[in-house]
């Protein structure tokens, strides 16, 4: 009934005329009609009694619409079992025609052939950082930060420092005479260290004391509405409080819930210790996709890479990065090419996200933000692409897991500090080859440890839900909501 005439073979695009003779597609539609015809109540006519040339006049070019769209799956489905093909979309379809018959041209986008490197094969070399006293002792100042009171100072010769919090008047002007309505601001709260302010802002008002006036110049930042314009704040401090943080002693434990000072200090370092796991994998893994794209030696699907290079200049785009068109192609090739390996060690290994897993990553990303957690939930509801887009992040993320667990992995102990500087070293042979801006396009699912990895490796609290908001932040604790002419002036 179904004749496939191949036309075209080529590595990733083949093509087949299909005929589909009208006896065979009246046989079907009939057939159809008379299914249709048992339950249809037509005037004059007891139900299943109705002749066919009137089920044809009712119904006929609906259901024979039905009979073509389903003998168009048929043919599509042959072509690909016939044939073993591994399609990268749909068929296009060409040249339909319904003269004689059903007659079209079927042309396949075809997924490469990938031979997957051996996962026991691979070698990397993995960091692995401990939690020394020292990272310890810090990230509970930084939890006892967190529960600090302040106390006002009331001489005229006390001075602002380092965590002390700050109330200021203060009035900002553009270089160009112009006075925006949010850079303008009355008792306003800041705590000095904290990166509350405008960069440039902390540094002024330090040494200041109360009821002092200063005019500080500063530089707008690129997140505000007047990004790299010269500005001055003409500021007046009005009050200074100075931190005072509790001792981290058995009372200080057991108001976070826990027995005593040794099991806080055990509770912390586990947590910083997970952190630090954390970022290892996560260099880790920057190895191993590094490894694998050696491995990309298989042609890509013209339409797939076309997408992908329209990602990420739109992402350069938008980050206001000029890349040209070499490095775009470069970049697109790399993500692209992993891409298809990762989704072939799924499919051959039966990898899959479970949907209550994915369920889980929502809950958790709406958990993240307690003040928009039913918005959060709701857009996820909504959005099913984004779903799909979240389930793939799972999903390669647990393909790395999987290939991490039988990969040759060198461990190779060390520091934070020289995490840090190994992170810092990679990153500058990167930047030889590359735009910084656009390497951080093209890898942001392939983050490295970097500058903020000490930060990371302490910012998870230790017990009660109330510390839970707090330990994340920097050490500046109980400050008032920030007004304008903060960090973001929009």
């Known amino acids: 009934m179904i004749e496939l005439k191949q036309t075209l073979d080529e590595d990733l695009r083949c093509a087949f005329s299909v005929t589909i003779v009208e006896d065979g597609i009246k046989t079907r539609l009939n057939d159809k009609l008379r299914e249709v015809g048992q339950g249809a109540r037509i005037p004059g006519f007891r139900p299943g009694k109705a002749p066919l040339a009137v089920l044809h006049q009712r119904y006929g070019e609906q259901v024979r619409s039905e009979v073509l769209q389903g003998l ?96 200021v008047d203060f009035a900002g002007e553009l270089a160009d005479g112009r006075k925006p309505d ?100 996560n260099q880790a893994k920057q190895h191993l996709l590094d490894a694998l794209a050696k491995a990309i030696d298989f042609a890509l699907p013209d339409f797939m ?65 307690p003040e928009q957690f039913r918005e959060i939930l709701e857009f996820f509801q909504k959005n099913p692409d984004r779903q799909q887009e979240l389930r793939g992040q799972i999903l390669e993320e647990k393909v790395v897991d999987w290939l991490l667990s039988l990969a040759k992995v060198k461990k190779k102990t060390m520091t934070l500090e020289a995490l840090q500087k190994q992170a810092d070293e990679a990153s500058a042979r990167q930047a030889k080859a590359s735009k910084p801006k656009a390497r951080k396009a093209a890898k942001k699912s392939e983050k490295t440890a970097n500058k903020t990895a000490s930060k990371t490796a302490k910012e998870k609290p230790v017990a009660k839900e109330s510390t839970v908001k707090s330990a994340t932040k920097k050490p500046a604790a109980k400050t008032k909501p920030a007004k304008p002419a903060t960090k973001k002036t929009s």
């Open 305 to 369: 890479l076309a997408g992908e290079k329209a990602n990420l200049a739109a992402q350069l785009n938008q980050s206001g990065e000029r890349v040209d068109d070499k490095e775009i192609e470069s970049i697109a090739r790399r993500r692209l090419g992993l891409g298809l390996m990762f989704a072939q060690y799924a499919q051959v290994h039966d990898i899959t996200v479970a949907d209550d897993e994915l369920n889980r990553a929502i809950t958790a990303q709406a958990q993240s933000r």
């Open 182 to 281: 949010q850079m303008q601001s009355k008792d306003h709260a800041a705590v000095i260290g904290a990166g509350m302010l405008i960069e440039g802002l902390e540094a002024g008002l330090t040494g200041m004391s109360i009821g002092q006036s200063k005019k500080i110049p500063v530089t707008m930042p690129k997140d505000s509405p007047f990004s790299g314009q010269k500005a001055t704040f003409a500021c007046k401090v009005t009050a200074i409080e100075r931190p005072e943080f509790p001792a981290i002693d058995d009372a200080f434990a057991k108001s976070l819930g826990l027995e005593g000072v040794s099991q806080l200090r055990e509770a912390v370092e586990k947590q910083v210790q997970e952190r630090l796991d954390g970022i290892c994998r």
């Open 72 to 167: 168009l799956g048929e043919a599509r489905d042959k072509a690909i079992k016939d044939h073993d093909l591994r399609p990268a979309r749909q068929p296009q379809l060409d040249d339909v025609s319904q003269e004689g018959g059903f007659s079209f041209t079927m042309t396949f986008d075809l997924l490469p052939t990938i031979t997957l490197p051996d996962p026991a094969k691979i070698e990397i070399e993995s960091p692995a950082v401990p939690a020394t006293p020292d990272l310890v002792d810090e990230r509970l100042e930084q939890i006892t930060a967190t529960q600090a009171t302040f106390n006002p100072l009331k001489g005229k010769k006390d001075k602002a420092q380092l965590r002390d919090r700050v109330t």
